[in-house]
């Protein structure tokens, strides 16, 4: 965990790395309850018997479940100790490179593109996030995700 004063502290990192995550375990259950919570239960990620004989040779997480452990990599990483509240204000670019099989387990390091002054003293931050899997020679997701903290 990378701790920071302030969010000027944090700003002058711009071009950066700044922070590796945990690590988090994708477990069946979390696929399941994503495929419960979005309605998709296609059968590479809940049918496990299938996906057995399947291209992965298991299940695999949703792609969009990986972008949501997002904030969870963030939270594990980075604090800024002046920062009443943070948003996520939204992604420019993602792409899901890799596959993640059930029992994956992830971790995220993240690289400060941009931060730039906001209203009420905050800043929009830009940020690089590559999601790796532990064992891959290459990550299973690259995203660039914007948050706003204010002081």
Same mark, same amino acid.
């Given at each position: 965990?990378?701790?920071?004063?302030?969010? =000027?502290?944090?700003?002058? !990192?711009?071009?950066?790395?700044? @922070?590796t995550?945990?690590?988090?375990?994708?477990?069946q259950?979390? #696929?399941?309850?994503?495929?419960? /919570?979005?309605?998709?239960?296609?059968? #590479?990620?809940?049918?496990?018997?299938? /996906?057995?004989?399947?291209?992965?040779?298991?299940?695999?997480?949703?792609?969009?479940?990986?972008?949501? !452990?997002?904030?969870?990599?963030?939270?594990? @990483?980075?604090?800024?100790?002046? =920062?009443?509240?943070?948003?996520?204000?939204? !992604?420019?670019?993602?792409?899901? #490179?890799?596959?993640?099989?059930?029992?994956?387990?992830?971790? /995220?390091?993240?690289?400060?593109? =941009?931060?730039?002054?906001?209203?009420?003293?905050?800043?929009?931050?830009?940020?690089?996030?590559?999601?790796?899997?532990?064992?891959?020679?290459?990550?299973?997701?690259?995203?660039?995700? !914007?948050?706003?903290?204010?002081?």
């Amino acid at each position: 965990m990378k701790t920071f004063a302030t969010l =000027a502290e944090l700003s002058a !990192l711009v071009g950066q790395h700044v @922070a590796t995550s945990e690590w988090i375990t994708v477990t069946q259950e979390h #696929i399941n309850l994503f495929a419960q /919570a979005t309605g998709d239960y296609q059968w #590479i990620h809940v049918d496990v018997e299938r /996906a057995k004989a399947g291209p992965f040779g298991a299940p695999i997480a949703h792609g969009f479940l990986t972008l949501s !452990l997002i904030p969870r990599f963030f939270e594990s @990483a980075i604090t800024v100790t002046e =920062a009443r509240m943070g948003v996520n204000y939204g !992604l420019n670019k993602v792409r899901f #490179i890799a596959p993640v099989p059930v029992s994956s387990r992830l971790r /995220a390091q993240v690289k400060l593109l =941009a931060s730039d002054p906001i209203d009420n003293g905050g800043r929009q931050q830009t940020w690089e996030v590559t999601i790796e899997r532990e064992g891959s020679p290459k990550p299973v997701c690259v995203a660039e995700s !914007l948050a706003r903290q204010y002081p």
